[in-house]
């Protein structure tokens, strides 16, 4: 996926978790942060963001923050691309080969998932998460506890019971993790959710991805290790 209109800011602060405060060619704008989770690694005041004129030219915010730097890193912080990018990924067969069917928001029962996608001679449900949290080179989710995302995962679990395959898909929305896993110290529960997961039938998938200001692509699979790697 692309950003057509990019343009390079300084972070100053986040006053709330829908805007932030950047400087930018010399003014300080406010900016819509098209990501409410805590992020608070990603942003120190000084940190170097990318932000996309907003579409809606009547908005009272004229950017959306998108990418940031840290270290040598772009971190893409669009909580809407994972699911935009895993679309493109799909539909061009990366999980089944020559897919006759990508459907996003695919509602089951009561529920809905990210994706339903059927092949030739597969059917597959798919939840997808987007990681923003790096430490030490080790990608984790969650960054703050989600009771959204066990049901999410317990959802899956009914899906391998009624007899299509099921993943949760983590795209990481960065470049050269060591691996992926669940990020214990904050939700030891979610941890554990993954692990039953596995144990019914969930698969796991990590995806990293490509990242510039104005692009995201996924890129490659990343090893998935369930107990949270010693650092």
């Given amino acids: 996926m692309r950003y057509p209109n990019i343009h390079r800011a ?3 602060d986040r006053p709330n978790r829908f805007v932030a405060h950047c400087e ?4 300080q704008l406010t900016v819509h942060v098209k990501n409410t989770g805590r992020c608070r690694e990603l942003l120190p005041p000084g940190v170097r963001v990318w932000c996309e004129v907003a579409q809606n030219p009547q908005r009272k915010t004229k950017f959306d923050l998108i990418t940031v730097q840290k ?3 772009l ?3 669009d909580s809407q691309a994972p699911n935009a990018v895993l679309g493109e ?3 061009a067969g990366g999980l089944l080969p ?4 990508v459907k996003g928001e695919a509602t089951r029962g009561a529920s809905r998932l990210d994706f339903y996608v059927e092949s030739p001679t597969r059917r597959a449900w798919i939840e997808v998460k987007g990681v923003t949290l790096e430490e030490e080179g080790h990608a984790r ?3 703050a506890p989600t009771q959204r995302g066990i049901k999410h995962l317990e959802e899956l679990e009914t899906c391998v019971r009624d007899g299509f395959e099921a993943y949760a898909v983590f795209v990481v929305q ?3 993790v060591v691996d992926f896993a669940p990020n214990r110290r904050t939700h030891p529960a979610f941890g554990d959710a993954l692990v039953h997961a596995v144990q019914n039938g969930v698969q796991i998938l990590a995806l990293d991805c490509t990242v510039t200001p104005e692009s995201l692509q996924i890129r490659s699979r990343v090893p998935v290790e369930l107990e949270e790697p010693q650092t």
Wanted: charged fraction near 25%.
């Fill in 10 to 12: 300084v972070f100053l």
């Fill in 24 to 27: 930018m060619e010399g003014q």
């Fill in 71 to 73: 270290g040598d890193r």
């Fill in 75 to 77: 971190i893409n912080m």
């Fill in 89 to 91: 990924w799909l539909r």
């Fill in 98 to 101: 020559q897919p006759t069917l």
């Fill in 141 to 143: 989710f969650p960054d």
């Fill in 174 to 176: 960065m470049e050269g």
